[in-house]
Structures are given as C-alpha cells and as structure tokens.
C-alpha cells in the first residue's frame, strides 16, 4: 500500500504526509482520516499488539470531541490549509 512508507516517516511528519498521500491517491478529503486512523495503527502496530480498532474508535472519538493532539499538528494544518472552509465543495 502507499500508505506504509507515510507511515514511517519521522514523527514530525507522518501525519501530513500521510494526509497529502490520501488526497493525492483519492481525490477526496474524505479519505484523510481513514489514512491517518490507518497510519496510526500500522505505525504503533508493536504497542498495541492486534488490538488496532479499539484505537482507532478511541482516537476517531477524540477527533470528533476536538481534543485529539493531531489536531494540534503543525504540518498536518499545513498540508490541510487549502482544504480549510472548502470541504463542503466536496460533499
């Protein structure tokens, strides 16, 4: 998949690549958050020993609350802020 490589960039990064390699393949911001859900469990894969969707809901809900720290994330705003109030164009 393309997105593995993304997933092991440096910590800095990970997650705005892993987002540009979405929108790129996709077309579609919609495919953003699944990308990072998945990067996130491919990345952590060791720590968290098979038990991926337990994260991944976990951390879907904290996005959704607003209080998730990839919200937080420089770069990712960077590879998003062209998106920032257009995304109702895609829906």
Do not use: N
């Not at 976990?58 to 705003?77: C, H, K, M, N, Q």
């Amino acid at each position: 998949m393309r997105l593995v490589p993304a997933a092991f960039a440096p910590e800095l990064y990970w997650r705005g690549l892993t987002a540009l390699q979405a929108v790129i393949t996709h077309k579609h911001p919609r495919a953003i958050v699944p990308a990072l859900l998945l990067a996130d469990a491919i990345r952590h894969a060791p720590d968290r020993r098979g038990r991926f969707l337990e994260h991944a809901l976990a951390e879907a809900e904290r996005i959704f609350d607003g209080v998730s720290d990839w919200l937080t994330d420089p770069y990712l705003a960077a590879v998003l802020a062209p998106y920032r109030g257009t995304c109702h164009l895609y829906w």
